[in-house]
């Protein structure tokens, strides 16, 4: 069983960055997507970026250019940095996996099957 675990979340002002990681454990296939969703406060969770089998990545359009993922697949590891941060980017930030796929169909929570427990990012000015 696929477990995630998600660290880095903190308080930062407006314009700062932040980086999460995710540690991942129990992959039983080596072909698995990843990514990041968030939920702010009152508010469905929605997908912030996709990372497919060979790499591929989706971001939400309110995050590009803005945060990046990267993956270290040899430690199961993911990451997101996070710069210039705005108020609106403040939510829970839950690291997310399926197994086994190749491509995310979408940035869509139902997609994906394991989620972590996430961890708290907040934005002030």
């Known amino acids: 069983q696929v477990h995630l675990v998600e660290s880095g979340g903190g308080a930062v002002q407006t314009g700062g960055s932040l980086r999460l990681s995710c540690a991942a454990s129990?992959?039983?296939?080596?072909?698995?997507?990843t990514g990041w969703f968030r939920q702010a406060p009152g508010k469905e969770r929605v997908g912030v970026v996709g990372v497919d089998a060979n790499g591929d990545t989706t971001y939400a359009d309110s995050v590009k250019g803005r945060f990046t993922v990267s993956e270290d697949r040899a430690k199961n590891e993911l990451y997101l940095q996070m710069n210039n941060l705005r108020s609106e980017d403040t939510g829970t930030y839950y690291c997310?996996?399926?197994?086994?796929?190749?491509?995310?169909?979408?940035?869509?929570?139902?997609?994906?099957?394991?989620w972590g427990q996430g961890t708290q990012v907040t934005v002030s000015s």
């Open positions: 129990g992959y039983r296939y080596s072909r698995h997507c």
């Open positions: 997310v996996a399926q197994e086994p796929c190749s491509v995310v169909e979408g940035l869509h929570d139902l997609f994906f099957g394991v």
